[in-house]
């Protein structure tokens, strides 16, 4: 009983032993049987390798999917997992793509590959997973694009040698897509630049550059695909600055081009008139006053002037700074010395081979005391009507009619400095410098009645004086008329009231006269302690004339 009651007690112990290993290999069964489920459900799968266009529209097909499970097999699940998982969607056992309006496949955003995973699922349960990669192929839909740092407005030197790189210009294309560039013919400043190489942007200098004719140009840069059926391009329009270089000489102004368009001055001569008076004094010019300037005007270098010649032992000086000239001591003798010739040279403080000379002509004139004048105010003058082209004015008794002045600073009273010149200006006559009037008589007609101005004009001292010519037209074969009434017969035939008012009014003349040379002696006396007699003599008037006088008697 007792070994019986031990032996139960024995096998008691050995089944609970037995149980947690019973309990293991049935877990081991189920697992092995698990696997051999999972195997037999989804089958055939592998890894997906496939390529799309960028921009292909939405379903656009990227594979079939070759899971399968055997018949009566437990539900299949099929899921896209992934970063980019969001790009595909599945249509039974195809796998598309997924896209938008608003939402496009582009290369050059997303990349080259989409990389997402299949999944397959039973039950819930992951059975397997594949990797899903699709290229993304690339299609021509971008231009190219300059970077902006390499168009910016730039500066070069006009003094840049021909044939330099001057610039660089850079695009971009976002498909890679090889670029070449062209200078546009048509923008303005085209003929200044070139490119050697078209593929490296290299600009460069093709004709010399001048600050003083262009101080800036434009040009247009077009960048353009070159291995591209679409040759997508862009343009820039690029500001080269030009900056001034010191390779102009200074000149003396008024500047005067040697021919138009070239930007080389001829020197002014300057000139001016004094008197034996004058010394220590400050000259003026015409034109003036002497000065000069930088031909660079970018650089505005300061300038130095000197005379080279005619000083006449220091007689002249000359302000190095400002180009002002000094009459240090008066002239002795007008006769031995009539003009005076300097050569000024202007020149760079600091470069003295860059300079340029002028001539300075001073004349020396005599002391004018009496103005020019007309021995009479109006002249008569007669023209008879002809088919000739020419024909001298006469005066009474077919005399050659002659206005001319008297000078009494002359001895012989012929100045020989004055110019005769007619007003208003017309076809019909012309004025000789002897005083001799000329007629188109072709173009005359028979009555006609011309009052014309004769200005005298001292060219020397600048003084004017004027008288009328009054001419008439005397139809053909009528005689001249042999003389001017007298002083008896004019007042013949009027009452002795009238004759005695026209005798006052002559009279008046007279006095007139007389008190206008008065006034004029007394002014001549004013004008020589008058610091400014001067300024005439540089505007060509004699220091005597400070205003145009005429004197009639």
């Known amino acids: 009983m007792h070994q019986e009651v031990h032996e139960h007690r024995d096998q008691s112990q050995w089944r609970k032993m037995l149980r947690p290993c019973r309990l293991l290999l049935w877990e081991v069964a189920l697992r092995l049987s698990y696997h051999v489920v999972t195997a037999g459900i989804c089958l055939g799968g592998s890894d997906i390798f496939a390529s799309v266009k960028e921009n292909s529209p939405t379903g656009e097909f990227i594979s079939n999917i070759s899971i399968r499970g055997y018949p009566g097999a437990n539900t299949v699940k099929l899921?896209?997992?992934?970063?980019?998982?969001?790009?595909?969607?599945?249509?039974?056992?195809?796998?598309?793509?997924?896209t938008s309006l608003s939402?496009?496949?582009?290369?050059?955003?997303?990349?080259?590959?989409?990389i997402a995973e299949l999944t397959c699922y039973e039950d819930d349960v992951m059975q397997s997973q594949y990797r899903i990669l699709v290229e993304i192929v690339n299609e021509n839909d971008n231009r190219p694009n300059f970077l902006p740092e390499t168009i910016q407005p730039f500066t070069i030197s006009e003094l840049t040698p021909v044939n330099s790189v001057v610039f660089t210009v850079k695009a971009v294309d976002a498909d890679g897509d090889m670029i070449s560039y062209i200078i546009d013919q048509s923008s303005p400043d085209a003929w200044?630049?070139?490119?050697?190489?078209?593929?490296?942007?290299?600009?460069?200098?093709?004709?010399?550059?001048d600050y003083e004719t262009r101080t800036h140009l434009e040009l247009i840069i077009c960048a353009q695909e070159s291995n591209s059926e679409e040759k997508f391009n862009t343009t820039a329009l690029l500001t080269v600055n030009i900056e001034d270089g010191d390779d102009q000489y200074p000149h003396f102004l008024p500047c005067t081009p040697v021919s138009p368009g070239v930007p080389v001055c001829m020197s002014p001569t300057y000139t001016?008139?004094?008197?034996?008076?004058?010394?220590?004094?400050?000259?003026?010019?015409?034109?003036?006053?002497?000065?000069?300037?930088?031909?660079?005007?970018?650089?505005?270098?300061?300038?130095?002037?000197?005379?080279?010649?005619?000083?006449?032992?220091?007689?002249?000086?000359?302000?190095d700074r400002t180009g002002e000239l000094r009459l240090t001591r008066g002239v002795d003798d007008r006769r031995l010395t009539p003009n005076f010739t300097l050569n000024i040279m202007v020149c760079q403080v600091d470069d003295r081979l860059k300079y340029s000379v002028a001539s300075v002509l001073v004349r020396v004139l005599y002391e004018n005391t009496f103005p020019p004048v007309f021995n009479r105010t109006t002249f008569k003058g007669f023209i008879i009507q002809s088919s000739s082209p020419a024909s001298i004015v006469s005066t009474y008794g077919n005399q050659v009619l002659q206005v001319q002045v008297s000078d009494r600073d002359f001895s012989d009273g012929l100045n020989p400095n004055i110019h005769y010149s007619l007003h208003p200006l017309s076809g019909l006559y012309q004025v000789t410098q002897r005083g001799v009037l000329i007629a188109r008589t072709d173009q005359l007609h028979a009555f006609d009645r011309h009052i014309l101005q004769v200005i005298a004009r001292d060219e020397e001292s600048g003084e004017e004086v004027s008288a009328s010519v009054d001419i008439e037209v005397l139809q053909r074969g009528q005689a001249v008329p042999r003389g001017a009434f007298t002083e008896q017969q004019m007042f013949g035939d009027v009452d002795s009231r009238l004759a005695g008012g026209i005798a006052v009014m002559i009279l008046l003349m007279f006095l007139s006269a007389f008190l206008f040379l008065l006034l004029r002696t007394m002014k001549r006396r004013r004008l020589q302690r008058d610091p400014e007699e001067h300024t005439a003599v540089a505007l060509e008037k004699h220091p005597n004339v400070v205003q145009t006088q005429t004197l009639t008697l």
């Open 79 to 98: 899921c896209l997992t992934g970063d980019n998982a969001n790009w595909f969607y599945l249509e039974g056992r195809t796998i598309r793509l997924n």
């Open 103 to 114: 939402r496009v496949l582009d290369r050059e955003v997303q990349g080259s590959v989409l």
């Open 192 to 209: 200044f630049f070139r490119i050697d190489l078209p593929n490296s942007g290299n600009i460069v200098l093709n004709k010399p550059l």
């Open 272 to 319: 001016t008139n004094i008197t034996q008076k004058h010394q220590d004094v400050i000259l003026e010019f015409s034109p003036g006053p002497i000065r000069a300037e930088d031909g660079d005007r970018g650089i505005d270098t300061p300038l130095i002037y000197s005379i080279l010649s005619g000083d006449d032992q220091s007689r002249f000086v000359i302000n």
